[in-house]
Structures are given as structure tokens and as C-alpha cells.
């Protein structure tokens, strides 16, 4: 996701309608309760990893973007360096 913190609001919003539409609307009515859970916890899993790179963008769009260094005689360190982050979302099967 490259969006900014404005644009994903409105998508997880919209997400989260979907999950609501998904469970009270007509496929929830000939779900079996196995195929329901199933597919209910990946869509919430990945729509709280959106949640969680919601948090990370709103926390480096509030950091300073300004060098800092890291002692005396050590090498400025940019704000890209400092706010490396790895996410490793992978699909576990239920």
C-alpha cells in the first residue's frame, strides 16, 4: 500500500462494511458454520494487517523527517534508514 494515512481510512471503512455485508447477507444464509470461520478470520486477518500499516503510516507521517546523528563521530543516520520497517504478512492456513 502506498496510499497515505487519509486515503486508507475510507478503504478500511469501506472493508469493513464488506465483512458485515459478507455475514448477514444471502451467502451468510447457506454458509456452513466451517466455510463462514474460515473465510470471516482471513478477511479480518488481513484487514487488521491494513490496520496495522495504518498505525505505521500515521506514526512516520507524524515522525520528523530531519537527519540525526547517531554520536559524535558516527554518520548521520536519514529518516528512511531510521523507519525501516519489514512487515512478513503470510497466509496460514486454517
Known sequence: MAFNSS???PQLREEFERLLAFVTGPQAQTATMDQM???LFR???QLGYQ????FVKVRVEGESHASCEAGPDGPAVSF?????L???FREVEV
Not at 490496520?51 to 495504518?54: A, P, V
Not at 528512511?80 to 525501516?84: A, G, N, P, Q, Y
Open 7 to 9: 486515503q486508507m481510512i
Open 37 to 39: 470461520e474460515r473465510s
Open 43 to 45: 478477511q479480518i486477518l
Open 51 to 54: 490496520l496495522l500499516c495504518l
Open 80 to 84: 528512511t534508514e531510521r523507519t525501516h
Open 86 to 88: 519489514l512487515f512478513d
